[in-house]
């Protein structure tokens, strides 16, 4: 971006309010600004900026009681209703392993926060915004008619930040991925060894340790998708995502959900009921768990077979146009259990095409 001609703050709230309609990260990218300017362009007006103090914000945010999640990448939104408990706190890693909400998070990738409170007619609006250091929005936490209103001030209060200017400090530094979805190694030109990837693949005990894999092999995903062969990974029919919510719907197929981005992975566990196909977009409308996915955005999808010490497990996992992950699933299931032959059967039966050949 171009910091000379970014519209200043005055400008911004301007064109917030000739625009009260246009979602923020659309006004955002018509205004050549990021989401977090955005939001800091406001400070003072409704919004108050915040620490980025990931361990005391999740700490806090139990004793606000229920309230939306919302974690989203360019292609998928992810949001969750329920209380932020069973939290562990990290400088590295840190998580959440409540019943509704599950997230992994990155605390480091986090970089600019805000409180945000919006009028909507009558009523007025509450949410937590947090970002990394380009700008890019990471976890949002909306707050519900059940929340616990004087906790939420209480919470805001204790991170308040010093600095209240309304302009941010934006690095494109901060567009480099360091967790999430997103971090892949790094692939290299040279050509890894098929049979060493076959031999490291059969040999795994645990998924977490997939990375790892890539990582010294020095390729990334969907090179090490295309090389390991068809009894390992396939290619499946774009359209597969769509079918498999629908067959999972159908057959009360319980799965798991990952979206993420730079900063934050947010998990869905459970049964999916209303599938709601809208234009590019398909979407799950049941009671605690909204998700939005542009399937126009999905280029490659693969269905994934990695060993575990419990038996092997199959994930479905989708890809954009840049080759970063969009969406990810699993049968539901807890460590220690093998997994589900309802959600093997429906994984292994979606329409397949032929693999590429390795890059």
Known sequence: MDQRVKPAPHEIRRARADNPKTRERDLAAQLGISEAELVAAHCGDGVVRVEPRVNDLLTGLEAVGEVMALTRNESAVHEKIGVYDKVITGNHNAMVLGENIDLRIFPKVWAHGFAVEKRDGGD?????????????????VHLRPASNLYAYQKLVAELESPNQESTVAISEEGAISEGGLENEAEASDASADVDDLRDRWSRLTDVHQFFGMLKTLKLDRRQAMRMVGQDYAWLLDNDAVSAMFHHAAEGEVPIMCFVGDRGCIQIHSGPIKSIKPMGPWINVLDETFHLHLRTDHIQEVWAVRKPTKDGHVTSLEAYGADGKMIIQFFG??????????DWRFLAENLPRIPNPTAA
Do not use: P, T, Y
């Open 124 to 140: 007025i609006r509450r949410s937590l915004q947090f970002f990394d250091a380009s700008g890019e929005a990471v976890h949002k």
């Open 332 to 341: 539901k299931r807890h460590e220690g259990e093998s997994e589900r032959e």
